[in-house]
Nanobody
Framework: QVQLVESGGGLVQAGGSLRLSCAAS??????????VGWYRQAPGKQREYVAL???????MYAESVKGRYTISRDDAKNTVYQQINSQRPDDKVVYYC?????WGQGTQVTVSS
C-alpha cells in the first residue's frame, strides 16, 4: 500500500523560506515512474494545485507560485521536495502531496507577518 508523508511545515516569517518534503513508502522501486504533485488548502477554501513534477523531472507550476516555488525529486530517497521562497502572509495553509492515486495527510505552514 502506497503511503505519502509530508513534513517540513511550521512557523515561518513573511518573506522567509521553507522546504517541504513528501516521502513515499510502499512503492518499491517504482517511485521514479510516478508524477507527484503539491496542493495547498487554506481554511474555508478549496484545495488548490501548486506544482507537479513528472517522471524524469519535468516540472509545472501554478501561475501564482511561479518564481517562488521549486519542486524537485530524489528518486533514490523516494522523496519529492517543495522549496518555498518569499513566503507570503497567507495565514495558515496546509500543504498536501499526491501521487500514485494517494494523498498524504498534509503539513501545516503558518506565516507570520
Amino acid at each position: 500500500q502506497v503511503q505519502l508523508v509530508e513534513s517540513g511545515g511550521g512557523l515561518v516569517q513573511a518573506g522567509g523560506s521553507l522546504r517541504l518534503s513528501c516521502a513515499a513508502s510502499g512503492v518499491g522501486n517504482t517511485f521514479s515512474m510516478f508524477a507527484v504533485g503539491w496542493y495547498r488548502q487554506a481554511p474555508g477554501k478549496q484545495r488548490e494545485y501548486v506544482a507537479l513534477i513528472r517522471s524524469g523531472g519535468t516540472t509545472m507550476y501554478a501561475e501564482s507560485v511561479k518564481g517562488r516555488y521549486t519542486i524537485s525529486r530524489d528518486d533514490a530517497k523516494n522523496t519529492v521536495y517543495q522549496q518555498i521562497n518569499s513566503q507570503r502572509p497567507d495565514d495558515k495553509v496546509v500543504y498536501y502531496c499526491t501521487g500514485a492515486h494517494d494523498w498524504g495527510q498534509g503539513t501545516q505552514v503558518t506565516v507570520s507577518s
